[in-house]
């Protein structure tokens, strides 16, 4: 079937609701591995309800339902075993409390032909109670096999990180179970559980999720360079460079500039990239 661009941008998904409270928020904060490793430290102002800070990558487990809807979207057909989440930027407008209630639109925004694969870009964004537009979540997702079909061309991205050593760095493990507690915090792909699944999309065992990295990294910039204080960040970029897997240890390394955090994240053991270049946005 051929993509028809017209119909995809046209599409309006249906508006999504979601309501959460402090235990949501600290379930989030152990499925990054939050105090979890040995060595941490307690970090109760992620896991205590008493002062809870949230960081604000716990919006983009807000919207999971909002984008569930891919195979009824006109104009294509998407098998979900092609797909794949190719980067996400997440803006934050209002510091989200530690309760609260949100209503989400989705929409396609773009789509390019990368010659091998087509590149959806869908944007949510989240309104709370007086209509205020509190996040947007955008996801760059690519359908395999689907380019050339004479669209055009992604633009590239303009976060370009400096050249010289990164100004920090630090070793972060992943836990055997991590990727288990990360799911419950909604994305429930089997990828991340299911052994013979993995194997299917090839891969050894079941990976880390790649917004559990990104979300790893947003605590990292927040205790590295705001001294635990993650209402300082206003939001997040990445570009996915490969599979974690649970055991493993990640490398965050991150670049400071005038107004923007540019960052990496590695496999430790392996030296391959997980997050191959993003970008943290500040107050």
């Not at 096999?145 to 004479?150: E, P, Q, V």
């Not at 599979?243 to 500039?257: I, K, N, S």
């Amino acid at each position: 079937m051929l993509i028809n661009e017209q119909a995809l941008l046209d599409h309006v998904f249906p508006e999504r609701r979601s309501r959460w409270d402090a235990d949501a928020v600290i379930l989030y904060h152990l499925g990054l591995g939050t105090g979890l490793y040995p060595g941490a430290e307690a970090a109760t102002h992620y896991l205590y309800e008493k002062d809870l800070r949230v960081l604000p990558s716990f919006a983009v487990t807000l919207v999971f339902e909002s984008i569930q809807d891919l195979n009824d979207l006109p104009g294509i057909d998407i098998d979900p075993s092609q797909l794949l989440h190719a980067a996400h930027e997440l803006r934050v407008y209002r510091p989200l409390p530690v309760t609260g209630e949100l209503v989400h639109q989705a929409r396609v925004v773009g789509v390019y032909d990368r010659g091998t694969a087509a590149q959806l870009e869908i944007e949510v964004t989240s309104r709370d109670g007086e209509n205020r537009v509190c996040c947007t979540n955008r996801f760059s997702l690519l359908l395999t096999d689907r380019g050339g079909f004479g669209g055009q061309r992604p633009p590239r991205s303009p976060y370009r990180r400096p050249t010289r050593p990164p100004d920090q760095s630090i070793e972060i493990p992943v836990m055997p179970g991590q990727a288990a507690l990360y799911r419950l915090s909604g994305d429930k792909n089997p990828v991340h559980i299911e052994p013979e699944v993995a194997q299917k999309a090839g891969f050894s065992q079941p990976l880390l999720h790649g917004l559990c990295s990104f979300g790893i990294a947003c605590r990292g910039a927040a205790d590295l360079f705001f001294a635990g204080d993650p209402g300082r960040i206003t939001g997040l970029q990445a570009t996915f460079g490969g599979p974690a897997f649970p055991g493993e240890t990640l490398l965050l390394a991150l670049w400071q500039t005038d107004e923007i955090l540019f960052y990496t994240v590695k496999s430790a053991q392996r030296g391959t990239p997980v997050i191959s270049g993003g970008a943290v946005f500040t107050s």
